[in-house]
């Protein structure tokens, strides 16, 4: 008689390892931490300035990412600096964003409330300004923290974060135009540069798309 395999046992086994990760995003302050690494290393330090909380809480959260082996660390110094713990994540992340938007109204609703205060921003599509860049009729700002872009920008971007704006807008010329990108859809520091340059009468556009969606551009043309 053959031996009747445990089937029962393999699957809840299995399903049980799977709801592992289900539990640990089940917060919604462990996927901004999440979405903040996959915009480069960062140290626990920064993370609780990016989101408001004190160190003591990041480092809760980051313990029961790295329970669920979703984070890693190193030590720099006096720092412990995180990284997701494989590239495979940060699209994971992303596929839980574009899911969420076409299955939860809310989402796309909140987005809407956030986006019909920047009525008067112009827009420009990812392919558009990477040819524009090429050709030397755009510059391209990368909004975002210093290491972020360090870590992977759009090329031909300039790194000028947010804090640095002002000084920056005092070297341009008044006929630059000008495009800037930030963290991707849900990032609010694009509509913000783009709002400043505006209103100091440049010519000015946000793209939605950052990093992550760009890598994917070239993964498409390969």
């Known amino acids: 008689m ?3 395999l445990p089937v029962r046992v393999f699957k809840d086994e299995l399903y049980r390892q799977f709801a592992r990760i289900g539990k640990c995003l089940s917060s919604d302050k462990r996927l901004e ?10 140290s626990v330090e920064k993370m609780a300035d990016a989101t408001g909380m004190s160190v003591a809480n990041v480092s809760r959260h980051l313990q029961i ?3 669920a082996n979703l984070v890693k660390f190193s030590k720099k110094g006096t720092y412990v600096i995180y990284t997701l713990a494989s590239p495979e994540i940060e699209g994971f992340i992303h596929s839980l964003w574009r899911i969420s938007e076409m299955q ?3 989402v796309l609703r909140i987005k809407n409330d956030f986006m ?6 112009q827009s420009l599509s990812l392919a558009e300004a990477v040819t524009r860049v090429a050709d030397g009729s755009i510059l391209l700002l990368d909004v975002r923290p210093t290491d972020e872009y360090e870590a992977g920008h759009i090329p031909g971007a300039i790194s000028v974060p947010m804090e640095e704006l002002n000084r920056f807008m005092q070297t ?6 000008i495009a800037a990108y930030c963290r991707g859809p849900y990032c609010v520091f694009a509509a913000e540069a783009v ?3 505006q209103q100091a009468g440049f010519t000015a556009y946000r793209l939605a798309e950052g990093v992550f969606e760009w890598r994917e551009q070239q993964v498409g043309k390969g």
């Open 116 to 121: 019909s205060h920047c009525d008067d921003l």
């Open 2 to 4: 053959a031996h009747e």
């Open 65 to 67: 990412l790295l329970d």
């Open 172 to 177: 341009l010329p008044k006929g630059a135009q």
């Open 195 to 197: 709002a400043m340059l």
């Open 104 to 106: 939860l109204g809310d």
């Open 33 to 42: 931490l999440l979405h903040l690494l996959s915009q480069g290393p960062k």
